[in-house]
């Protein structure tokens, strides 16, 4: 790309930007809020339903994975993936909002007026063919993830099943490194083919947007037009990157020091520091709401500009008839009344925050201290040197794991098997309370503890 190109694509971004910010900020609000009210308490519920149909009360991590990787679960994730993009595609930040943010865009691009409401009943018009842009996107990436998910599942079901997890996290024998690394290894072929399909897909949005054509028909025309120029996308996609990283940093580092300063650390009153606090809380959530909101806005600008300087297609039709031109900078003209309204709403904020803040900081000395399967850190864990040890400690609460062996009787131990603790094989449910009762549980830890054996519920 020329030195010209990149000054042209550059300069129409931060112009079309200072031109329609009022919004996109506001197509970016409204999206945030159906994102909190709809879209993620919606898509928990049905992930969680799916979820509850394996017949189980409690999944642990293995057994989610496995699960996924069942027709069941493959469904799971094609109804909640295409239930988000359904809802996405409305109002969402993940997919319509882009789609909102590029209409206002090319609207600019064409030195035309867009307003918000507009924006929003374009895409909608657009709704079919972007549900099923989705859904096809969405397709396609799980066509591609699933092949490598079973390749690691395999990687793991022939290399770190013989024992359980737990055992291969704590001592790392040569499979877990081989079973590490060919798990890594899959991991960036999978993000280097996914990378450069969603490069490929990068004009398909704007396609459906300002062509007209149906999803299958952009998808395909996408890839033709990226074509030879993937570098190039990655370039302006590493810049954005970029961006985002070194804005988020100067926030960062602003708010921190913001805090340090204004927050004392002694001699000051409770409420005192509330407020304070609720104050630097206000400015950090609207910190990160804007660079939020900047890094989605140039995002889809981006794309817009890239897809208009590679294509030099794309038209929004009769949507922009009788739309007078862009002048300069937007600006939001307010009088002053209405700023010193808004400076007493956020100071009535910053108050209202601290009262509730202070009011639910406990004064007192609340912490409580739990021994994790018993004092696990001087002792073997789930053994009865542990639990007296946290005792001795004066730890406020002891947490053990509880499992049946094969006889009914319930133990103290954490794992599947005593291959970590005991050196055993030996399934817990496989096995009597009596067989288990002679493994030595304390030596792996330290020799001094020889004589610790498996523990009863009841003994503890």
């Given amino acids: 790309m020329s030195k010209h ?9 931060v112009r079309d930007f200072r031109r329609t910010w009022p919004q996109l900020l506001a197509a970016d609000l409204l999206c945030r809020v159906a994102i909190y009210l709809l879209l993620s308490p919606l898509v928990a519920l049905v992930a969680r339903f799916f979820i509850s149909r394996s017949g189980d009360a409690v999944l642990t991590d293995e057994e989610i994975l496995f699960f996924f990787l069942r027709p069941a679960g493959l ?3 094609i109804v909640v993936g295409a239930l988000t993009l359904a809802i996405a595609f409305a109002e969402s930040a993940a997919f319509a909002e882009s789609a909102i943010i590029m209409t206002i865009g090319f609207a600019a691009a064409e030195d035309r007026k867009f307003a918000v409401l507009d924006s929003f009943r374009y895409v909608y018009r657009r ?9 096809r996107l969405l397709v396609r990436i799980l066509l591609l993830t699933v092949p490598f998910l079973a390749a690691v599942a395999l990687v793991y079901h022939l290399l770190l099943t013989g024992s359980d997890i737990n055992f291969y ?7 877990f490194w081989i ?9 960036l072929v999978w993000l280097t083919l996914l990378a450069r399909a969603l490069l490929g897909w990068a004009f398909a949005l704007p396609i459906v947007l300002f062509e007209g054509v149906r999803a299958r028909v952009a998808i395909r025309t996408s890839g033709e037009d990226t074509q030879g120029r993937r570098r190039e996308l990655i370039a302006w996609l590493a810049a954005w990157i970029l961006l985002g990283i070194g804005l988020s940093a ?3 580092g602003a708010i921190g020091g913001l805090g340090r300063a204004m927050i004392p650390t002694t001699g000051s009153t409770l409420p005192v520091v509330a407020f304070l606090v609720g104050t630097v809380l206000i400015l950090s959530a609207l910190a990160n709401l804007a660079i939020s909101f900047l890094s989605t806005a140039l995002l889809g ?12 297609r794309g038209s929004m039709g009769r949507a922009l008839e009788g739309q007078k031109g862009l002048a300069g900078p937007a600006v939001i003209r307010l009088p002053r009344r209405a700023w010193r309204w808004i400076g007493f709403a956020a100071v009535a904020a910053a108050a209202i925050y601290a009262t509730v803040l202070s009011l639910n900081v406990p004064v007192g000395d609340s912490t409580e201290i739990t021994a994790h399967r018993g004092s696990s850190g001087v002792a073997p864990e789930n053994t009865m040197a542990a ?6 400690d004066g730890a406020d609460w002891l947490e053990i794991d509880v499992q049946e062996t094969a006889d009914g009787i319930v133990v103290v131990h954490h794992d599947s098997d005593f291959r970590k603790v005991a050196g055993s094989r030996l399934r817990i449910w496989e096995a009597t309370y009596e067989e288990l009762s002679s493994l030595d549980i304390g030596s792996w830890f330290a020799p001094e503890f020889s004589g610790e054996r498996l523990l009863t519920l009841e003994e503890v």
Avoid: N
């Fill in 301 to 312: 600008l981006l794309v817009v500009g890239l897809y208009r300087q590679i294509t030099g």
């Fill in 179 to 187: 079973a590490l690394i060919l798990a890594g290894t899959l991991g």
């Fill in 250 to 252: 100067l926030a960062t």
């Fill in 75 to 77: 469904t799971a994730l």
């Fill in 5 to 13: 190109d990149w000054r042209t694509t550059l300069g129409s971004i």
């Fill in 387 to 392: 639990v007296e040890q946290a005792i001795v």
């Fill in 169 to 175: 996290l704590t001592f790392r024998p040569p499979r």
């Fill in 127 to 135: 709704a079919v063919r972007l549900v099923s842009l989705g859904a």
